[in-house]
């Protein structure tokens, strides 16, 4: 007979469920570009006319792991979002990083 998971996670010891939870947080949090894409309901094409750049300009910029800034945000912004740098240290604190915050919407992406 099939258990309910919450009935296993019931089970669980506190630390066992904190860190499972803590995993789950993380793994929402952490998303490619194109689960980005995709999570927000956008084909590539879509995002290409929006950005006015053609499909496989979008299918590169997906699978680069470095660009520009401002190309990181014309993508985010053209999502519906905005892109936030920030700088985290292990003491906890974390800081906006200001000249990033003004980015223009821009086309013709790298």
Do not use: C
Request: glycine share 4%; aromatic share 4%; net charge neutral.
């Amino acid at each position: 007979m099939a258990k309910k998971f919450s009935t296993l996670l019931e089970k669980m010891p506190h630390e066992r469920r904190t860190k499972i939870e803590r995993e789950v947080q993380e793994l929402r949090e952490e998303l490619s570009l194109a689960k980005l894409r995709s999570a927000m309901e956008l084909t590539q094409q879509a995002l290409a006319t929006t950005l006015e750049i053609d499909q496989a300009q979008v299918a590169r910029m997906e699978k680069r792991t470095d660009m520009l800034i401002s190309t990181l945000s014309s993508y985010v912004q053209a999502l519906g979002g905005t892109l936030e740098v920030r700088a985290s240290f292990p003491d906890g604190k974390v800081y906006n990083i200001a000249q990033f915050s003004g980015l223009a919407k821009t086309t013709g992406v790298e």
